[in-house]
């Protein structure tokens, strides 16, 4: 059996299971007709959303197409490969998101007969994400090979294909990060704070808006970065494996031929599938199911997955007869990646110290409070940085820079699980909410309560891993950039003025970046807020429950907004390496990518762990501690809470496709800038 | 007449001019008795803060001292320099800080008489701080020239005062830092928030530690801070060319012979000396004094040094026959300081549109206001980084490497009056606190915070000038480090992976620089707050007026932790370099540094600009906008204020000086490492 077969086999196997796991959400009982009313709400509001959010790409997608079929050197294969990515990114986000938003009902269903049936729901419910994005992703790169392999460019047009997939992704995740976080804060503001009425409570405007910014966000969203991830490490791996075989500049002869090139990287992701999948199924508590045991069975699934991922990695090193050097890359990058997702734990579960002080600083107020949780989110990159720095060194050392893009493909290999628990975060959220609006028993709210905080721990590890793959995913793109390039990796001179100002000019790039989506945040929530505020006043009979207020028009302003706020970062990602690679010349460029990546992996870190532990700081004194809800020291963490939000759930996540999407654009535009040296 | 006497007469006119101002403000009227009383608990305070930290400095200069005696390529001679660094930049801040607690009570009986009189006696009471940097600076360095110059390791041997100076700029600057802000933060938890008495009130027991606060950290920190930046970009360039004489690699015969390469950057600096003085004497205000008179009377100076600092540096260039393209350099550095300092005003003045946008966000609250003000701080980063990349750029284009660095000089070389308007901010700062304890009329104390508001402009630009000198000085040790390592520029390759491996740990040590002194405030402050609460508790009749807290209680408090605290950011900044160059290798230590001066940079310009504008949209509200104090959106801006305070006065600062000790430490240690290549 040929590897091409088996990359196609693994991918429809995949698609099989996500069908196997919606056909499950969808033959469960709906609930209540309360409880169907308000998920057909969310339902809605999410379709509008993604379906205006698509309108625009549709344009970016057909000018930036346009434009790379007239550019020298590039030409319409390039395009094609880059609107065909653009779709599948858009179509994984499409199937997940659709199964979320109907798996969110079912699962406040499900849960008022056990906890255990309430966590099989939402966790298939997000699976089918985990298992769309990477068959969708497996089979497009298949694809691309059956149609383009035979073509003499056919190197260049493969990253057409990652391009569209990062374009997706950015503006997916701005986009619905901005709204998600927005419609997070207005609700909070007006309805927690100047209110007084509890989370997710019927009478506030903005409560139907905040659970569809839980799916376009944190399902949609997620699942466009993680396949951008995905098919971007994939793609930088072979572009240095076809290079290392056409040259021996590189890799030092590690793969042996042009089909190992290709599908070396195929076959340990196909193999991440399989493992995936075996995690997933992995996932069940017995019949007296607690929080650890919840914990615990999610974890099984997880590091099963990481093992059987590594036995199949070395499989296909061994079958395709590459250095196994290679799978000591592979073997890294993986333990790296499962490392920063547990130090990531440490630094945000109120079960450690740092959360712990930083909620015990809530009694000299917000202000205490805010820099103890900054100063923790900035601490907390030590041991992602040391890790991803192990990484690379072992995987050079063993299998030169080859080795340090299959590094990232170690790490994102078990990718279907990770985005399976990623994605079951938002629809349990979702179900509580939902719980909550539909006055079922609390004994209800409880199980729900647990399944939510359960998707919290999961998310801050998720998110360590996402950032760690992006980095490495990010500098493999780098590394295939400066290959692709024709670049000597002699020539690029640390000390020569146009690598420095590269450096500084990419530095800045994450901070900007990350201005632009905090301001975007404030704006659209500055809308939101002042929506709650006048249906507040103006509908009479809300505030005592005796009307209803106008749903949807909060999340029409969200969307309008979020929608308008996400262009301008995403444009700046994409044109930026351009102008650089224009003005300062390629050399420059990869200076530019070096201070983006490392900048971007500093700020990610740091905004989701200062994000976190000031939500968990907040948890943690809910539970009683310091006064508990209610108290002064609670206010305190209701603001730390309020600042980590978009931090950590829009430009942190963000920052990660930032930087894969400005080392794509320059691996693509690679050709153009060949023998080139900058106007300057 | 030599040139090495022209650079010891400057420095000694320096010194006179400190000692005219010294003696003007001496004998000025000390005000009433209650004023007398206050001045002196202050000066009671700084002198113990500065005499305690000082024997912690002296231990750890002689475990320096000893450590690079016996270092192998180094030698005692290095010792020998790097303890009179230690001492000159001691002696300097000691005879600033002297004069400016003795300024305060007399600002505040001028301040009585007029405006005028007030500016008068505050600004010189800063310019003694300013000429006892750049005169002993000087002269420091004119001697050790007559000492050693003709010893053959001279080139070694001069790095070693550098490292000296930048030694005690850490310990002062992160322990004054912490001092200052915690003491600020604990008065004001407990004061105005708390109680609800103003700020300065004489019932808060941490007050008197606030004055003492403004003395050692932003005076005694602030002057060996810049006496730091000053040396190190001198002793940079000096090496520079000198490695430029010797060989032909660096510079391209630019400096025509070892007397211009030593005298060059001395000229210019003493050029920068003349300027300052000029500029000095030429900022007083006429007799209808009012804000836009004294922000003008104060440029004046400013401005007219910068150009008199050109047509002196030209002069430099000519009269010892160096290519003019160095004077271009020159330039390119001088202006880009300039406006580096014009763009911080922009985002932190309440003039402008960012500063409004801030508080006007804190209509809804206090987090939306620190988001608003992050992301604010975040966007102030593209003019400092724009105009460093093109001085960077049109430095090297005209002169090399070597004009990298005297841009430095350049940018730095009017230090002397911008120093002196740095330190004189603090001084009024005080004057005014002692006139609200001293029950004068309120009329003077309007006068004085006219003078502190103006010292607050003045500190949002002297910071950005701080920065933006600090990044190219940190840059121009780094090319001397490089140089005097014995490494060829093209060995240095950006994609080696031990120079990325630097690179992204170069990146980390400024997160984790900034999370320690940030804790390290947020510790402090915890003391200081428990211990006003507990005067207020336990002593009777102190909030009705009747009793007098304990200040000297919470001095000693303050000092002890602050001390305490300051350690570990230090120790860390020293090892660090040392540690990456023997694990890593010579060539990951320029990778290391590279990254650690960008992200320090962004780091530093977000922090400083995040924390002046939050404190100027609080001041803003308080000029009546949104409710005026007291109100809502009052209490938001002042947890943003208490936000910034840290990050603007510790942290921020902080890193300027930590770029450069790392990158000088390397300097240093270059001997040692010619010919090694890492242990890994």
């Known amino acids: 059996m040929g590897p091409i077969l088996i990359t196609i086999i693994t991918g429809i196997l995949a698609l099989v299971v996500a069908a196997f796991m919606a056909a499950y959400v969808l033959k469960q009982d709906q609930g209540s007709a309360k409880v169907r009313e ?95 994005v990477v068959g969708i992703g497996i089979l497009g790169l298949s694809i691309l090979y059956l149609v383009f392999h035979s073509n003499p460019n056919f190197l260049f047009i493969i990253p057409g294909y990652g391009f569209g997939a990062s374009s997706v992704a950015i503006f997916a995740r701005v986009g619905g990060g901005i709204f998600t976080k927005a419609a997070d804060t207005g609700a909070d503001i007006v309805g927690k704070v100047e209110k007084g009425i509890p989370e997710d409570d019927p009478r506030n405007a903005a409560v139907i808006a905040d659970f569809v910014g839980d799916n ?28 290392a075989v056409f040259s021996v500049t590189v890799g030092k002869s590690l793969v042996p031929n042009e089909a190992t090139a290709w599908f070396l990287p195929m076959l340990v992701a196909a193999g991440g599938i399989i493992a995936s999948i075996i995690g997933i199924f992995l996932v069940r508590v017995g019949n007296k199911p607690e929080m650890s045991a919840l914990l615990n069975a999610l974890r099984r699934g997880t590091f099963s997955a990481s093992i059987l991922t590594a036995i199949f990695a070395f499989l296909a090193v061994y079958l395709l007869k590459a250095d196994i050097g ?82 990232g493909i170690g790490m994102l290999s078990t990718l279907g699980i ?15 909410g939902i719980v909550e609006m539909s006055d079922l028993p609390p004994e209800v709210r409880e199980r729900t309560d647990a399944l939510d905080s359960l998707g919290n721990t999961t998310a801050a590890t998720g998110k360590g891993f996402a950032i760690g793959a992006a980095g490495l995913t990010a500098l493999a793109l780098l590394l295939a950039y400066t290959q692709a390039a024709a670049i000597k990796l002699a020539d690029i001179n640390l000390l020569d003025p146009p690598v420095i ?14 201005a632009m989506t905090l301001n975007a945040v404030g704006k659209t929530s500055f809308s939101i807020i002042n929506e709650v505020r006048r249906q507040f006043r103006e509908i ?30 995403g444009l700046i990602t994409i044109i930026s390496p351009v102008i650089v690679g224009i003005v300062l010349g390629p050399l420059a460029l990869a200076g530019f990518l070096v201070g983006a990546i490392a900048c971007g992996f500093i700020l990610a870190v740091t905004f989701a762990n200062a994000g976190g532990s000031w939500d968990n700081a907040k948890k943690w004194i809910e539970t009683g501690a310091f006064g508990g809800k209610g108290s002064d020291a609670h206010k305190a963490a209701v603001i730390g809470d309020t600042v980590g939000d978009p931090m950590k759930d829009t430009a942190g996540p963000s920052l990660n496709i930032m930087i894969k999407l400005m080392s794509i654009v320059s691996l693509v535009m690679a050709p153009v800038f060949i023998g080139f040296s900058g106007l300057l």
């Open 326 to 407: 290679i799978f000591w890359a592979i073997l890294a990058g993986l333990i790296a990646g499962v490392l920063i997702g547990e130090s990531t734990n440490f630094f945000t579960s109120y079960v450690y110290k740092p959360t712990l002080n930083i909620a015990k600083s809530s009694q000299t107020g917000g202000a205490t409070l805010i820099t103890t949780g900054f100063a923790n989110g900035l601490m907390s990159t030590i041991p992602p940085i040391i890790l991803v720095v192990i990484a690379i060194l072992v995987a050079h050392r063993f299998a030169d820079i080859y080795g340090v893009a299959i590094a």
């Open 540 to 569: 009479k009979g809300l505030m005592e429950g005796t009307a209803k207020p106008d749903y949807s028009k909060s999340v029409t302003i969200c969307t309008t907004s979020a929608l308008k706020q996400m262009i301008a970062p």
């Open 38 to 132: 308000i998920s057909a709400a969310i339902k809605e509001g999410a379709l509008a959303f993604l379906g205006r959010e698509y309108k625009i790409l549709a344009v970016f997608v057909a000018v930036v197409a346009i434009a790379l079929g007239v550019l020298p050197n590039l030409g319409w294969l390039v395009s094609a490969a880059f609107v065909f990515g653009a779709v599948c990114s858009g179509l994984a986000g499409y199937i997940g998101m659709s199964i979320a938003i109907r798996a969110n009902s079912r699962t406040a269903a499900a849960a008022q007969k056990s906890l255990n049936h309430g966590l099989r729901v939402s966790f298939r419910g997000g699976a089918v994400m985990g298992m769309c």
């Open 216 to 243: 376009v966000g944190d399902v949609a969203g997620m699942g466009a970065d993680l396949f951008e991830s995905y098919v971007d490490s994939i793609i930088a791996t072979m572009t240095l494996g076809m290079i």
């Open 501 to 514: 100002a590269g450096i500084f000019l990419g530095v800045m790039l994450p901070a900007i970046f990350c």
């Open 418 to 432: 990770q985005d399976a628990t990623d994605a079951y975060g938002p629809v349990a959220d979702n179900a509580g």
